[in-house]
C-alpha cells in the first residue's frame, strides 16, 4: 500500500530518514535501505540537511525508486528558484515520485559551504501553493502542463514553540492545509507530555502528524540538543538513564523504541526515524518499538 493510500486509511505510518551519500558512491545507502524493506512505508530523504553538501534529495529518491523504495522527496527553496523548483518537481513526478515535502531548508552559515548564497525566491507557503499549482495543471506563468503531476504532500511542524511563536506555528498549519498538505512531520519528540498539550490544539482529522524520533548516541548528545536547540526539550531522567546504563547505544534504541509505542498509543497518525549515521540500527529500534 503507498503511504498516500496508508495515510488516507489512517493505518500507522512508519518512515525512516536516510541521508544520501556525500558523493556518488550509494552502495551503503542501498544497503541501509534493503535492510528495512518491507518495513517502512517510505524512506524521506532529505535535501542537504544543515547545509552540508550532499546527493541531492531527486537523485536520492530516484536511486531509491528505482530499487523498489517509495521514498518521500524534499523540496527546499533554500537553493532554487521558482524555475529550478519547478523544474525538479515535474522531473520527480515523472520518475514515479509520489510524495513531496516543502521545507525552508537550514541555514547554510552553519554548513560546509558558509560562503554559498541562499536563493529564498519564495518562501514556505509560496512553495506549496507552487505545487497545488502545478497539481491543477499550470506552472506559476499560468501556462498549461503536458500532464499534470500528482503527490501527497508534506511538510514541516515546529511542535517546540510557544507563546506568540505557537500561534504562527498554528496558523501556519491552517495555510498549508488550505494549499493541500496531507501530513507534517514533527520537530524531534523526547517530552511526551509537552508533546500532548501541543497535539490538543491541532484537529489532526484534518492533516496526518508524525512525530520525529531522533536516536540518540550518547548523553553528550542529548545534553547538547536540549541545551543548544531552543525548540527540542529532553527530559533530565532521559539524559540520566542514557548515562547510567552499561550499554549507552542499547538503551539509546531502547528509548527510541519506547517514545514509538507512546505515539502509537496516542493515536498519533506514524512516526518518521531519524538515526543520524546510525541506519544499521534501524531494524533494532523497530524491533524495540513492535514494528
Not at 497539481?135 to 498549461?144: L, N, S, T, Y
Request: hydrophobic fraction near 45%; glycine fraction near 8%; charge should be neutral.
Amino acid at each position: 500500500m503507498q503511504l498516500n493510500d496508508k495515510i488516507r486509511s489512517g493505518q500507522f505510518v512508519v518512515l525512516g530518514e536516510f541521508e544520501p551519500p556525500k558523493g556518488i558512491d550509494f552502495g551503503g545507502f542501498l544497503k541501509n535501505a534493503d535492510l528495512v524493506k518491507g518495513r517502512l512505508d517510505a524512506v524521506v530523504v532529505p535535501e542537504m540537511a544543515n547545509g552540508v553538501l550532499k546527493a541531492s534529495s531527486l537523485g536520492g529518491c530516484a536511486f531509491l525508486q528505482s530499487h523498489g523504495t517509495e521514498t518521500v522527496l524534499q523540496i527546499c527553496h533554500r537553493d532554487r528558484n521558482r524555475l529550478a523548483l519547478q523544474a525538479d518537481i515535474l522531473a520527480a513526478s515523472a520518475l514515479g515520485i509520489s510524495n513531496v515535502m516543502a521545507v525552508p531548508g537550514d541555514d547554510i552559515r552553519f554548513g560546509d559551504h558558509p560562503q554559498a548564497r541562499a536563493v529564498n525566491d519564495l518562501n514556505l507557503l509560496d512553495l506549496l501553493q507552487l505545487l497545488k499549482t502545478l497539481q491543477e495543471g499550470k506552472d506559476m506563468a499560468g501556462i498549461e502542463l503536458a500532464g499534470k503531476p500528482q503527490f501527497c504532500t508534506g511538510s514541516l511542524l515546529n511542535t517546540g514553540a510557544s507563546g506568540g511563536l505557537l500561534d504562527m506555528e498554528l496558523d501556519n498549519l491552517d495555510q498549508m492545509i488550505r494549499l493541500g498538505v496531507r501530513f507534517v512531520i514533527t520537530t524531534p519528540v523526547f517530552d511526551i507530555h509537552r508533546f500532548q498539550q501541543f497535539i490538543k490544539r491541532i484537529n489532526t482529522l484534518q492533516v496526518a502528524v508524525i512525530p520525529t524520533i531522533l536516536l540518540l548516541k550518547s548523553a553528550g548528545m542529548a545534553r547538547y540538543i536540549d541545551r543548544n536547540m531552543k525548540h527540542i526539550n529532553i527530559p533530565p531522567e532521559t539524559i540520566r538513564e542514557i548515562q547510567k546504563a552499561p550499554d549507552k547505544p542499547k538503551k539509546c534504541i531502547q528509548i527510541a523504541g519506547e517514545l514509538i509505542r507512546q505515539l502509537k498509543a496516542l493515536g498519533m497518525a506514524g512516526v518518521m526515524i531519524s538515526t543520524v549515521g546510525w541506519e544499521d540500527k534501524l531494524p533494532q529500534v523497530l524491533s524495540e518499538a513492535k514494528l
